[in-house]
């Protein structure tokens, strides 16, 4: 899937504008998804694109807005090079899949082609045939992820 790579603290500020908080809606929120550090994300997304940053990604203030808004504009996963901590726990919560490899980051180019396996950690660069493995995800968080979440993963663990 087509990369979009950005730099490092990518805030959740350019992530999903504060202008644009008074709404919970999925898709209104990824409609302005990236708006101000790159315009015309939003409507040049497609389903299965990925998203590569580099380090800090999603630091700022903890609103679950940012997270949300990348999955309901259709990213498939965010490499970084790390996360901030509260981005990386409302990202799982929400079922957004997200991986830490700082070669990735660095060596993946936008427009690059990438696939990943979360289950193993593994990032393929399909354009330029690089590989690269990240920290796989253990198995009660790739459950989370595809459970559709937090809620929806304790609600099935109840019934």
Known sequence: MKTYKYGND???????????????DPAELAAHCMEDIDPGFAKSVKPGDMIVAGRNFGCGSSREHAPLAIKASGVACVIAENFARIFYRNAINIALPILECPEAARQINPGDDVAVDLEKGEIDDLTTGRKFLAEPFPPFMVELVAAGGLAAYLKGKRE
């Open 10 to 24: 990518v805030d959740t500020d350019v992530i999903i504008p504060a202008r644009y908080l008074n709404t919970s």
